[in-house]
């Protein structure tokens, strides 16, 4: 009795699994996320390479985060160690059977979740194996982005992304129907049906690039009205308080939240520092391992950074790994040709930072001593000036708005240098 309960669970599962996918053809809520309701997810994260165990546990962890700003609650994660991946099921057979033994015994699981892109051939047999949804780390984010798109252009790009993404994944999606139509007699209309949706979606991709032009030449114009102001941009990592700073500087009301792309639509305050004005914007943050679909997708947004007189490059010092969060976002500027502008690199989040490396026993001096030496790595490290804030605590915030009112004011004096400004 238990085997058969177990089998009609399977069964259950696997016929829910099609349309539980929200990137399903034929599924009229596609863009707008994973379900709303917790779904309950396995995290599998493979260590190959020159990946090490404490690299992998922090993107583990990175996934996790993910997973909740999506809606999805961990029960486990998996790892193993592997020269390379798998080709067929990403993992080894002995992995793949843990995985599967413990999917059987937790009922509540609907998903698992790998922390590398899979082909469309790894989904359908892993799907097949463990009959749940199967889905990847470039899955998960464009789900998010789904979720989160606002305006036209968000939802543009996004749904440009998920079918650039899907492309090279239809046979994955259309195996259910191979097995429900039977083998035998049927393999030709399969076929037909995956080349008549890749037609429909490569003229999906190509009308949604057009409207992304016309946004595009839409922004240009706005920006253009915008031309005499000098531009500030906020960029950095996902989470380290982007939006928050925006708010603080701005005096506006930039929903701001602890996940993981809370921003997605670039928005723009005008700021006014005593009598000097200047634009500020707040771009959608950075990731790694972002999916490249994405990122040409979301180059429009990133404009504003590229076309911006000066960069707030936020960093969540507080993070064990803020340095290759600063990499990250180094390397994405330097894609988008943004990386020469003049740079302000804002610590972020330093309650957080002293609340978890500042022990009750050290005297002021000691960490004064600590701040002096973490200030001259990060002089010999990165390129520009520097200021340690808290924006939630507002902690030295003055200091911040002084080190932009001398940046802005120095690209206006090299914009116009024959107009007197007293500021």
């Known amino acids: 009795m238990k085997n058969q309960s177990r089998d009609s669970l ?24 994973l379900n709303k309701g917790t779904e309950y997810a396995i995290l599998v994260g493979v260590i190959h390479g020159m990946e090490t165990e404490e690299r992998v546990k922090e993107y583990m962890d ?27 099921t990403f993992v080894g057979k002995g992995k793949l059977q843990e995985i599967l033994e413990y999917v059987e015994s937790h009922e509540d699981i609907s998903m698992v979740i790998f922390d590398d892109d899979l082909t469309g051939k790894q989904v359908g047999i892993l799907e097949e194996a463990l009959k749940v949804k199967i889905i990847d780390r470039s899955t998960l984010i464009l ?44 393999r030709g209309p399969g076929e037909k049906e995956i ?25 240009m114009t706005r920006r253009k009205t915008r031309g005499q102001m000098i531009r500030v941009a906020l960029v950095g990592y996902t989470n380290v308080g982007k939006s928050t700073i925006m708010n603080l500087l701005s005096k506006s009301e930039v929903f701001a939240e602890d996940k993981l792309f809370a921003t997605l639509d670039t928005t723009v305050r005008k700021v006014v520092f005593e009598t000097m004005p200047f634009l500020m914007s707040d771009t959608v943050g950075f990731i790694r391992k972002l999916p490249h679909h994405l990122v040409e997708s979301f180059k429009s947004t990133l404009d504003e950074a590229k076309e911006s007189d000066i960069l707030l490059h936020v960093v969540d010092i507080a993070h064990p790994q803020y340095e290759d969060q600063i990499n990250t976002v180094q390397k994405t500027l330097k894609d988008l040709g943004a990386i020469d502008k003049p740079t302000l690199f804002v610590f972020n989040k330093m309650d957080l930072y002293r609340e978890r490396y500042f022990d009750d026993f050290l005297d002021e001096n000691t960490k004064t001593e600590i701040l002096a030496e973490l200030t001259d790595k990060l002089k010999t490290h990165y390129e520009g000036d520097h200021v340690f804030v808290s924006a939630i605590k507002k902690e030295n915030i003055e200091e911040l708005k002084d080190k932009i009112k001398r940046l802005v004011k120095e690209q206006y004096v090299v914009r116009y240098p024959y107009q007197a400004k007293k500021w």
Do not use: C
């Open 143 to 186: 789900d998010i982005f789904a979720s989160r798109a606002q305006t036209s252009q968000a939802k543009t790009q996004v749904e440009l992304a998920q079918m650039q993404y899907l492309l090279p994944r239809l046979r994955g999606l259309w195996t259910h129907l191979e097995r429900q139509r039977g083998g035998i007699g049927m």
């Open 10 to 33: 399977r069964k259950k599962k696997s016929t829910n699994n099609q349309e539980n996918y929200n990137w399903n053809l034929g599924d009229k809520n596609r863009g707008k996320g």
């Open 62 to 88: 990175e996934l996790e985060f993910l997973a909740m700003t999506a809606g999805a609650k961990t029960l486990k994660r998996f790892t193993q160690k592997l020269k390379n991946p798998d080709r067929r």
């Open 195 to 219: 080349e008549t949706d890749r037609r429909i979606i490569r003229d999906k991709i190509s009308k949604l690039k057009d409207k992304l032009k016309t946004i595009d030449q839409q922004n």
